[in-house]
């Protein structure tokens, strides 16, 4: 007979293995030193090939930053508003100015789903996106090398229940028992992922936020206005419907009823959540100031008379490279200065941004043409048959030495490729 606590200790064990992570089962496999060799030397081939993709990636990224900066310089020729009251004579020219922002009101445009829990919203588009709380397969895989020169892997799966943006059919787990995501799924009326914008020519740059007797913003600089979160404005609860089944069961046509406003989002649970359950989180594009610099145009057929186009692209150097197509918006009213200190600055971090992710790569590259060495240098394990580990201490020496090379030889050809990009 169980004893009493014994029961109820089993019980919250059982409870609560739906939010624990767990590792069920594994697998073993591992290679001989002459498996290994055959491996490094296909290895090695492919480290040439990722090498001449990384010269091209570090040139490519060197010039456009050389036209980037050329690009920034083309603001200094443009015409600084004083106001944002357009002006008919500079129809053609590249201006800058720095204005309210006018949008339109959007909130009613979400789904009927969605609808009730923003009661208003101006803005140039209102975005969403799902998850559902699902188990998850996971594998790691822990590998040694062996005194023979080979490796011993082992394969690990665990299992976690967690937030996807898809859902996952757990039948193709490796070990599925306890890990059942009984076959939920996304609603049936509602896409994962959705969006609406505001009527086309509706969004303004003006003297005083208002939709008329300013500058249309064209679509492709609507898409660079700023992303908020929307949930600090979502209602806390929808207006009750006709809909008598307030409960979400994993499938089917999702109701306002079914959804609870948690953690600045949207959720089937108000508390911890169950296989099954959705969440829904909300973005808007918005903006109340904002500054820009393109080519006045005239437009028709719209609350304002002008627009914004991109300045075409302009020769400069000896080699007749030529700038990007100019026209830039960013939040907030800056001066000419600080917008192009701004402009100048993101091509810098991205420049940069590149030049390591290249650098690691080629690293990586030139250790791929070094692994027959590598391999090799693993031999030397033998000599822990006949020491107290001299053999590893060896090889550890020697995989020091290899992976310094690599990266030497990588920061140097990269080092090389800037300086003829810049002088090309």
Request: a negative charge; charged letters at 15%.
């Amino acid at each position: 007979r169980q004893e009493p606590g014994l029961f109820f200790a089993s019980a919250r064990a059982r409870a609560t293995m739906e939010f624990m992570e767990q590792e069920d089962d594994y697998e073993d496999s591992g290679e001989n030193i002459f498996e290994r060799m055959c491996g490094a030397l296909c290895s090695s081939i492919c480290g040439v090939i990722m090498i001449l993709l990384c010269v091209g990636l570090v040139f490519w990224n060197e010039n456009n930053l050389v036209i980037h900066e050329a690009t920034v310089l083309e603001i200094e020729d443009a015409k600084v508003y004083q106001s944002c009251v357009p002006d008919p004579t500079a129809t053609g020219q590249l201006v800058l100015v720095a204005c309210d922002v006018y949008t339109p009101e959007i909130a009613n445009q979400l789904p009927e789903t969605l609808r009730p829990f923003l009661d208003s919203f101006s803005g140039a588009s209102v975005s969403w996106s799902m998850q559902i709380y699902q188990w998850v397969e996971s594998q790691t895989e822990d590998c040694h090398k062996t005194n023979n020169g080979g490796t011993s892997c082992r394969t690990r799966y665990s299992y976690n229940a967690q937030w996807t943006s898809s859902p996952t059919d757990s039948d193709t787990f490796q070990h599925t028992g306890g890990h059942d995501n009984r076959g939920t799924r996304f609603p049936t009326n509602l896409q994962p992922t959705g969006q609406v914008d505001a009527p086309a020519s509706t969004v303004v740059l003006s003297q005083h936020g208002t939709p008329d007797n300013g500058f249309v913003v064209n679509p492709d600089l609507v898409a660079t206005l700023p992303v908020v979160d929307l949930g600090p404005k979502l209602k806390s609860t929808a207006p009750a419907g006709n809909n008598h089944n307030s409960n979400w069961q994993g499938g089917g046509a999702l109701t306002p009823e079914m959804l609870h406003v948690y953690n600045n989002g949207l959720q089937t649970s108000t508390g911890s959540p169950s296989i099954g359950d959705v969440r829904i989180e909300l973005y808007g594009q918005t903006a109340d100031e904002a500054t820009a610099c393109a080519v006045q145009l005239g437009i028709s057929d719209a609350s304002s008379d002008y627009t914004f186009g991109p300045l075409p692209p302009q020769s400069f150097g000896w080699f007749g490279k030529e700038t990007k197509p100019l026209q830039r918006l960013q939040p907030g009213k800056v001066s000419q200065d600080e917008f192009m200190k701004q402009f100048y600055a993101e091509g810098q971090t991205m420049a940069w941004l590149i030049r390591i992710l290249a650098l690691a790569l080629m690293t990586m590259a030139f250790w791929m043409v070094l692994s027959p060495l590598s391999v090799l240098a693993d031999g030397l394990m033998f000599l822990n048959y006949c020491t107290c580990g001299l053999g590893s201490v060896l090889d550890s020496a020697a995989q020091c030495l290899i992976a310094t090379a690599a990266f030497f030889l990588a920061l140097m050809l990269t080092a090389i490729t800037i300086a003829f990009a810049w002088f090309a």
